[in-house]
């Protein structure tokens, strides 16, 4: 007999016979019992049928399953428990997964059970480790956990979550939730959906019963949450519309040798929307796109930084578009890797310590992106131009910054919107910047002042901000320049280019902002100037060139020989207006050339042989 509330707790203990007082010898040491009696023998290890009745009207019973319990452990004194409330059949038993426990033994141990308090397994998501059938998470039964079991959303099964849900992770055997099927993480601004680490007590309290975390006290035993304590939320190519929206993902990123997806969110050949999302505090990187179109907006990428190569998001192929998102504090802010159809716009990127964009061949599409205080200021470019057809560099606040060698490979052509510009890397770290126009590729621009086109150094901060967040000076050589090899098509108008022809201070006189052994070569209304050697070097593979309304200056600094503003070595071409300043020979030619010059505002023009 007895009174239980309604949402509340009855906790009946077994007296054994002789025993008068509870508080001493009961079987829990720190709860006190609403109902202390003798079972007699008490109950069967083997199972029993257990009756709440009132009057001859039963309210509620545990049938046995078969001949024995439905659950729990008579050798691990794990309790059984049920899953909901609501539900029944044997199926919703499960035994206390040991994350949740409430109460002492006769031994001062913490019990492998909850006397009145919440089922541990209660707390899951369903009582398996998969979702078979569409279910909806409400904020009512918040917070729920996933245990070291994982959790799987199979084939054509939504999960739906509503606002204000938290699910958390456990760190033990680092769990996924893995989607087959569809989520639908459906939160508000103002109420988001948070997956978190069991231990994170900023959304959804203190779950571990630990106490606060406080990195702060030295005496706090309370865990803290770190990055990496779970593994990830991998969607598969079997999902269909799964969307995350106002979804806070925080602690995951947890990844072992040979894993495919180092990320606390995974895309693997398959589209998701993200909208308003926030992924901190992953190990590795917080989302990595594998050959994905999803769309990512408004969202946030931060503090994804513990390994060397982390980023905001990773991108391997695929097509997806990013637009309106903040990246802060990561390594890379956005690392895109072979993914020319990828786009990203007007997004912003801060104090990302190594760069704020990384692009690795075949160049994604970025316009209108800025940031400052990123380790480099600028949307990295490395690796090879591969993809057949017209790649545009677009604008953005930030410059692009050319790290080694980025060649154009045959059947691609390179050009540029207007107002671009395109730093070199100087030689630091051996990462001097050069820009190769190969056989069947073309380096193409159609401006309309020198200033519509700017190529420089990084170190450079007159145009493009500050790129490398230091005081330095620009100089001759800073970075290679521009290299059209034999075969390559060199067509370009508008533009400016200086501090090339790097390395400056070492041997060969082969150096030139603009190195030329193409087929053909067409440079109009440009600035030549401050570049190491020679401005612009003519090579014998030169079939015809052809320079026009042209400005070329201040080329003195040089490893041996003459510096030049153009050097030409057995080619035929022709300059037309022309201006050369401050330099130490303006024209140098040998070998069986032919120039044709036409209107040179030269003042006294320095050439050898002199005159031409």
Request: net charge negative; proline share 3%.
């Amino acid at each position: 007999t007895g009174v239980i509330p309604a949402g509340g707790y009855y906790l009946i203990e077994r007296k054994n016979t002789g025993e008068t007082n509870e508080l001493t010898e009961g079987p829990i040491q720190d709860i006190t019992a609403d109902l202390w009696t003798s079972f007699g023998a008490g109950l069967n290890d083997g199972g029993e049928d257990l009756v709440l009745s009132r009057a001859s009207s039963t309210v509620d019973e545990a049938l046995q399953c078969g001949t024995s319990w439905c659950a729990g452990s008579a050798t691990s004194k794990k309790t059984m428990e049920r899953y909901d409330s609501l539900a029944s059949g044997i199926s919703n038993w499960g035994t206390n997964n040991t994350f949740f426990k409430n109460g002492l033994n006769v031994a001062g141990s913490p019990l492998d059970g909850t006397p009145k308090s919440r089922n541990s397994v209660s707390y899951e998501i369903t009582n398996s480790a998969t979702l078979n059938s569409n279910k909806t998470l409400t904020s009512a039964k918040s917070p729920y956990l996933i245990t070291n079991n994982g959790f799987t959303i199979a084939g054509g099964a939504t999960l739906t979550i509503e606002p204000g849900v938290v699910i958390k992770l456990v760190a033990q055997n680092e769990p996924s939730l893995v989607v087959n099927g569809t989520i639908a993480s459906n939160g508000t601004a103002s109420n988001p959906v948070v997956f978190t680490e069991f231990t994170d007590d900023t959304y959804g309290g203190d779950m571990n019963g630990d106490g606060a975390c406080n990195p702060s006290d030295a005496s706090s035993t309370a865990a803290c949450p770190q990055p990496g304590l779970w593994k990830q939320i991998l969607v598969n190519s079997s999902s269909r519309n799964s969307v995350f929206s106002n979804t806070i993902i925080r602690y995951g990123g947890r990844w072992f040798s040979g894993a495919a997806y180092k990320s606390a969110v995974a895309l693997d050949n398959v589209n998701a929307n993200f909208d308003g999302v926030t992924i901190e505090y992953s190990k590795k990187h917080g989302l990595h796109l594998q050959n994905s179109s999803s769309t990512i907006s408004n969202s946030v990428f931060k503090n994804n930084n513990t390994d060397t190569d982390a980023a905001g998001i990773y991108i391997a192929v695929g097509s997806p578009t990013i637009t309106g998102s903040t990246f802060t504090n990561n390594r890379y802010g956005l690392y895109v890797a072979s993914a020319p159809q990828a786009t990203a716009n007007s997004n912003t990127f801060r104090n990302n310590s190594v760069a704020a964009v990384e692009s690795e061949n075949d160049f994604a599409s970025y316009s209108s992106n800025g940031g400052s205080g990123n380790g480099l200021n600028a949307i990295v470019l490395n690796g090879d131009l591969g993809s057949a057809g017209t790649t545009t560099l677009k604008t953005n606040s930030l410059p692009y910054l050319i790290r080694d060698e980025v060649q154009v490979k045959s059947g691609a052509i390179l050009t540029f919107e207007t107002g671009t510009i395109v730093k070199g890397h100087a030689n630091v770290n051996n990462d001097t910047g050069k820009l190769t126009i190969k056989t069947g590729s073309k380096l193409f621009f159609e401006g309309a002042s020198a200033n519509d086109l700017i190529f420089t150094s990084h170190f450079d901060d007159s145009v493009g901000g500050d790129t490398d967040n230091a005081v330095n000076t620009p100089a001759a050589g800073d970075w290679y320049g521009i290299f059209i090899d034999n075969g390559g098509i060199l067509d370009m108008k508008g533009f400016t280019l200086r501090y090339g022809g790097g390395i400056a201070g070492t041997s060969g006189t082969d150096k030139g902002g603009i190195r030329v052994e193409g087929d053909t070569a067409r440079i109009d209304t440009a600035l030549i100037e401050n570049n190491y050697q020679n401005g612009i070097r003519l090579a014998t593979s030169v079939d015809l060139f052809s320079i026009k309304n042209t400005t070329v200056r201040n080329h003195t600094q040089k490893t041996s020989d003459v510096a030049s503003g153009i050097r030409v070595i057995g080619t035929d071409g022709a300059l037309e207006n022309m201006t050369f300043s401050g330099n130490e020979m303006d024209i140098l030619a040998s070998s069986g050339y032919s120039i044709d010059m036409t209107s040179c505002n030269c003042g006294s023009a320095t050439t050898d042989p002199s005159p031409l």
